[in-house]
């Protein structure tokens, strides 16, 4: 699966989280996917969430990291 695809499960899981992390190693190939890059404070809002860079190593979630 695409990270795409997985960040729009996880959305649909938890639909009424307002952020989402996505690890590091991840992150670029995501804003790939979307076809743009995140904002001057280093966020992308993508289907009415606030998408993160997270830690890396970790999963797609919408709990804040530790």
Request: charged residues 30%; hydrophobic residues 40%.
């Amino acid at each position: 699966m695409k990270v795409r695809e997985l960040v729009d499960i996880a959305i649909d899981e938890d639909w009424r989280a307002p952020c989402l992390w996505v690890p590091v190693e991840y992150w670029e190939a995501f804003c790939a996917e979307l076809g743009r890059g995140p904002n001057r404070i280093g966020v992308i809002v993508y289907r009415g969430k606030t998408i993160r860079a997270g830690e890396p190593y970790s999963d797609i979630t919408t709990r804040p990291p530790r």
